[in-house]
């Protein structure tokens, strides 16, 4: 069975910066994307960022320049390194692993931004 936790989360002040961690466990396929996506209250679920196991990547618009997506195949972990905050970006991120047509998703940690 395949898990992922995620760590990382919290509060921060606008204009600072946060990590998130996913660690996926079990048996899968080496290609893949893994990634965050996100929801803020009363809002659809949204892509973050993600990136495939080759190094391909894909940003939202409205984190491009501030988030970093990255990857350690080794460890089965997907990262994201958040910049340059802001009270926008507040959500539940969940990370994601997709498996062909397959997704596999975290619990979710909260990202609070303060103004």
């Known amino acids: 069975q395949v898990q992922l936790v995620e760590s990382g989360g919290g509060l921060v002040q606008a204009g600072g910066s946060l990590r998130l961690s996913c660690a996926a466990s079990g048996t899968f396929f080496s290609s893949n994307t893994m990634g965050w996506y996100r929801q803020a209250p009363g809002k659809q679920r949204e892509l973050v960022a993600d990136?495939?196991?080759?190094?391909?990547?894909n940003y939202a618009d409205s984190v491009k320049g501030r988030f970093t997506v990255s990857r350690d195949n080794a460890k089965k972990t997907v990262y994201l390194q958040m910049n340059r905050l802001k009270p926008d970006d507040t959500a539940v991120y969940y990370c994601?692993?997709?498996?062909?047509?397959?997704?596999?998703w975290g619990q979710g940690t909260q990202v609070t931004v303060s103004s």
């Open positions: 994601n692993l997709k498996l062909g047509i397959r997704n596999v």
């Open positions: 990136m495939s196991t080759g190094g391909m990547t």
